[in-house]
């Protein structure tokens, strides 16, 4: 049917529909009203069909987009992550450097958080495992010699060992020294001391009256101020080189008396040098080197450094015959 034709058809039907509510006694005026209203009700139903077949087409092209994006990056990975990583090369330290800018009024409202600056990893990942890690250089490794002629040690040295260092004994009364002569820069810099791995002291309650409780003491300092006074009653040792070693120190005070986990360092080239005590330290190999290399043993006199790479070994402390009060100094250097 051609368009008038529908229309003339169209035209009847009306005619037809109004006699017939005349006949039922329903007026023009209310008749009108009604024929509107279903003229209304018919616009709006089909506007909302056109917008739902419009989102349904919508939806179905994202999803058709999204899945060809991810077959391309797919297939041409390797390109893409090369074109990427050169290209994003000049804009890391810019863009890290605006970063930092904006973040300075966020930081100057929490003064708190600037201490995590400092911080090389805000959260460990407890799964992380290298894979396909070589272990040859600690699976020809059987014991912990120990040295009588140190010398600075370089990155081609993996296997442990300890010497006699001329370090003088620093006991309890030495680091509360320290501490309460330089107070007003311990409190600022390092204000916190970890107490058997669950929560945190300040500096003042650890060396109050308290201090010789049984527990764990883990001091921790991050920066070069701290490091600075640190280094004036701990000079550095003969086996780091002048250059590289890391700011991150730690301060140990165990009065538990129980085993432990010497803490991770910054850097994989890392040293314990027990500064009064001594405690009997059990050198495991890493996780992913277990199965090649042996646990090894040594008794970690007064004065004796203990140096090893953290890559290949995990250090445990526990005690010894004397089981007096141990205190020693952890540091690093890459």
């Given at each position: 049917?051609?368009?008038?034709e529908l229309?003339?058809?169209?035209?009847?039907?009306?005619?037809?529909?109004?006699?017939e509510?005349?006949?039922?006694?329903?007026?023009?005026e209310?008749?009108k009203?009604?024929?509107?209203?279903s003229?209304?009700d018919?616009?709006k139903n089909?506007?909302?069909s056109?917008?739902n077949?419009h989102q349904w087409?919508?939806?179905?092209l994202?999803?058709?987009?999204c899945?060809?994006?991810i077959?391309?990056?797919i297939y041409?990975?390797?390109?893409?992550?090369?074109?990427?990583?050169c290209?994003?090369?000049?804009?890391?330290?810019?863009g890290l450097?605006l970063?930092?800018?904006?973040?300075?009024?966020?930081?100057s409202?929490f003064?708190?958080?600037?201490?995590?600056?400092?911080?090389?990893c805000?959260?460990?990942?407890?799964?992380f495992?290298?894979v396909?890690?070589?272990?040859?250089p600690?699976?020809?490794?059987?014991?912990?010699?120990?040295?009588f002629?140190?010398?600075?040690?370089h990155?081609q040295q993996?296997?442990?060992?300890?010497?006699?260092?001329e370090?003088?004994?620093?006991?309890l009364?030495?680091?509360?020294?320290?501490y309460?002569?330089n107070?007003?820069?311990?409190d600022?810099e390092?204000?916190?001391?970890?107490?058997?791995?669950k929560?945190?002291?300040s500096?003042q309650?650890?060396f109050?009256?308290?201090v010789?409780q049984?527990?764990?003491?883990v001091?921790?300092?991050?920066?070069?101020?701290?490091?600075?006074?640190i280094?004036?009653?701990?000079p550095?040792?003969?086996?780091v080189?002048?250059?590289g070693q890391s700011?991150?120190r730690?301060?140990?005070?165990?009065?538990?008396?129980?085993?432990?986990h010497i803490?991770?360092?910054?850097c994989?080239y890392s040293?314990?040098l027990?500064l009064?005590?001594?405690r009997i330290?059990?050198l495991?190999p890493a996780?992913?080197?277990?199965?090649?290399?042996?646990?090894?043993?040594v008794?970690?006199?007064?004065?004796?450094?203990?140096w090893?790479?953290?890559?290949?070994w995990?250090p445990i402390?526990?005690?010894?015959i004397g089981?007096?009060?141990?205190i020693a100094h952890?540091?690093?250097y890459?």
């Amino acid at each position: 049917m051609t368009n008038k034709e529908l229309l003339q058809e169209y035209s009847k039907s009306i005619t037809k529909l109004k006699k017939e509510s005349v006949d039922a006694g329903i007026t023009e005026e209310e008749f009108k009203k009604m024929y509107y209203k279903s003229l209304h009700d018919l616009v709006k139903n089909n506007h909302i069909s056109a917008a739902n077949n419009h989102q349904w087409f919508k939806r179905k092209l994202t999803w058709l987009i999204c899945l060809s994006t991810i077959i391309i990056v797919i297939y041409n990975y390797k390109s893409i992550h090369a074109c990427v990583v050169c290209e994003m090369q000049d804009y890391i330290y810019p863009g890290l450097r605006l970063l930092r800018k904006f973040s300075i009024p966020f930081i100057s409202l929490f003064p708190v958080l600037t201490e995590l600056y400092q911080e090389t990893c805000l959260i460990q990942n407890p799964f992380f495992t290298v894979v396909d890690m070589d272990c040859w250089p600690c699976s020809t490794v059987n014991n912990v010699g120990e040295v009588f002629n140190p010398q600075p040690v370089h990155k081609q040295q993996s296997a442990p060992f300890v010497y006699k260092t001329e370090q003088k004994e620093i006991d309890l009364n030495e680091l509360k020294k320290l501490y309460m002569k330089n107070k007003s820069l311990f409190d600022v810099e390092s204000p916190k001391v970890l107490i058997n791995n669950k929560y945190y002291w300040s500096p003042q309650d650890t060396f109050g009256p308290d201090v010789l409780q049984e527990n764990l003491y883990v001091w921790k300092s991050t920066n070069f101020n701290t490091a600075r006074l640190i280094r004036q009653v701990i000079p550095r040792p003969k086996v780091v080189p002048k250059f590289g070693q890391s700011t991150e120190r730690f301060i140990i005070i165990d009065s538990k008396r129980d085993m432990f986990h010497i803490p991770e360092t910054e850097c994989n080239y890392s040293f314990l040098l027990a500064l009064s005590g001594s405690r009997i330290i059990y050198l495991r190999p890493a996780e992913e080197c277990k199965y090649q290399c042996k646990t090894l043993k040594v008794e970690l006199k007064q004065s004796y450094l203990l140096w090893y790479n953290w890559w290949y070994w995990r250090p445990i402390a526990e005690p010894s015959i004397g089981n007096e009060t141990f205190i020693a100094h952890i540091g690093s250097y890459c």
